[in-house]
């Protein structure tokens, strides 16, 4: 697989993954102040990128399912049993 380039956009998996090995790092508190604050601000780049991409693929799959008529046929998303929260 090719390296990706400097300014290449990270992609939703390549994000999620680092903003997890981010969480990972600053729960062992093992880490510094300065270290830790440099960690939340990368982390909170990460989360925003990946909210901005999953409201895109939001507005993708609406788009993809307007009828042919103009309306859109949206049904509200009801996650699978093992991916809701336990509460």
């Known amino acids: 697989m090719p390296a990706k380039k400097a300014n290449e956009p990270l992609s939703y998996e390549s994000a ?10 600053m729960e062992d508190g093992s880490l510094p102040l300065e270290a830790s604050l440099d960690l939340f601000e990368r982390g909170m780049t990460l989360a925003r990128l990946c909210r901005e991409r999953l409201t895109a693929a939001e507005q993708r799959i609406e788009t993809i399912l307007q009828s ?17 929260d336990d509460e």
């Open 16 to 25: 999620l993954a680092e903003l997890e090995r981010i969480v990972q790092q």
């Open 68 to 84: 042919a008529d103009g309306d859109f046929v949206i049904a509200p998303f009801a996650p699978a049993a093992d991916d809701a």
